[in-house]
């Protein structure tokens, strides 16, 4: 799995929109974040909230557009191509590696 880090309030806000084409094995990870929507979307998502030391805390699987998602526990969500989480039942250590590549 590869990440792109969003880490800047512009980054956040765009969200997928500036990554549209992402690959089966790419998601965005927005740093920090509690809250994601999926209005003008075109396609659903995989929502993994995570805490601040990387452990899943929610995850919302195939997010249809035009909705919302939040985790008041969160303190950032990686946004991934829907039903990869139920396609790939390692996702959560798949998604740690990733950030730890990013953050080396």
């Known amino acids: ?18 990554f549209r084409r992402t690959g089966l094995h790419e998601g965005l990870w927005l740093r920090p974040c509690r809250a994601i929507h999926t209005v003008g979307m075109g396609r659903a998502i995989d929502v993994v909230f995570l805490d601040r030391h990387g452990v899943v805390v929610k995850t919302v699987h195939a997010l249809p557009p035009n909705r919302v998602a939040w985790c008041m526990r969160a303190h950032s969500v990686v946004e991934l191509p829907a039903f990869y989480c139920s396609r790939h039942a390692h996702y959560p250590a798949a998604v740690r590696r990733a950030m730890r590549q990013l953050i080396e």
């Open 1 to 18: 799995m590869r990440l792109q880090l969003a880490g800047s309030f512009w980054r956040r806000a765009a969200g997928l929109f500036l």
